[in-house]
């Protein structure tokens, strides 16, 4: 009778752990999970014991997007290279959402290198700078003291290009990271090219190229980047939207146009 009660008694309780989750029997012996072990493995203060070496096939290196950009951008020794090594960039998320690498227009051999900010909707569409409404007033303002694009004399040409080569989302600032990967192209591209002067449109650029923003304050006087003579100027897309700034950007070309005539600027 006592041999079936505590049968009984057993089988509730066992039934009572598989309730509970109890279900796999992992060991034949049991183990007291309160009993301390003889000693404990000593870890040095302030020291965390070494992880386990992985294997070579699973070291995974964080590169610098930085470093990879002056490692692709030094290694060119033309602007079709230059072309090719930023096309092959892929550290930058802006290319994924962008249509089109925007790389350069007008002449190379221009005196003058206009830098710009990023690509707007157009831009990316077509695969060129400076195309939509903001593109057709820097043509306008630059017709103005005898200079174009696609002038067959390069005294008079222009070369374009921007600090981002891809389109932001939304048409937002460039963000300060995005700007810093990009930057040893843009100096790549100015050694290539090797212009007598540039010329920065935009808060972007200069703060790009100089260090520095305030574009009020900056234009009109010229200044060095990239270890060329440099002359900030408002953006036409802000002209755009402010005309009474004409005023200044014509005052800014004759600059322009007085430094390559050999003037004081």
């Not at 249509?99 to 157009?122: Q, S």
């Not at 002038?151 to 963000?175: F, G, M």
Request: proline content about 9%; aromatic content about 6%.
């Amino acid at each position: 009778m006592d041999s079936d009660l505590e049968f009984h008694a057993n089988k509730a309780m066992l039934e009572w752990q598989v309730e509970l989750g109890a279900d796999e029997a992992i060991s034949e012996t049991p183990v007291n999970r309160f009993d301390v072990p003889a000693a404990l493995p000593v870890v040095p203060v302030g020291r965390a014991p070494a992880p386990a070496a992985a294997p070579d096939d699973a070291v995974q290196v964080a590169l610098d997007p930085v470093v990879e950009a002056k490692r692709a951008a030094g290694q060119t020794e033309s602007l079709a290279e230059l072309r090719d090594a930023l096309v092959g960039f892929e550290h930058c998320e802006l290319k994924r959402g962008a249509k089109n690498t925007v790389f350069a227009d007008g002449n190379p051999a221009a005196r003058v290198m206009i830098i710009g900010e990023a690509p707007g909707r157009d831009e990316d569409i077509r695969g060129q700078p400076f195309v939509g409404r903001a593109g057709q007033l820097l043509d306008r303002m630059f017709a103005a003291i005898g200079m174009a694009r696609d002038h067959p004399d390069s005294d008079a040409a222009l070369y374009i290009t921007n600090i981002l080569p891809w389109r932001p989302p939304q048409n937002r600032d460039p963000k300060p990271e995005e700007i810093a990967m990009m930057m040893p192209f843009v100096a790549r591209h100015v050694e290539l090219v090797q212009p007598e002067v540039l010329v920065l449109m935009g808060n972007i650029s200069c703060q790009a190229v100089l260090g520095r923003r305030g574009i009020t304050r900056l234009r009109g006087a010229w200044t060095s980047g990239l270890g060329l003579p440099a002359l900030p100027m408002f953006h036409p897309a802000y002209l755009l939207r402010n005309p009474a700034a004409k005023r200044e950007t014509w005052a800014d070309l004759l600059m322009l146009e007085a430094k390559l005539a050999g003037g004081a600027g």
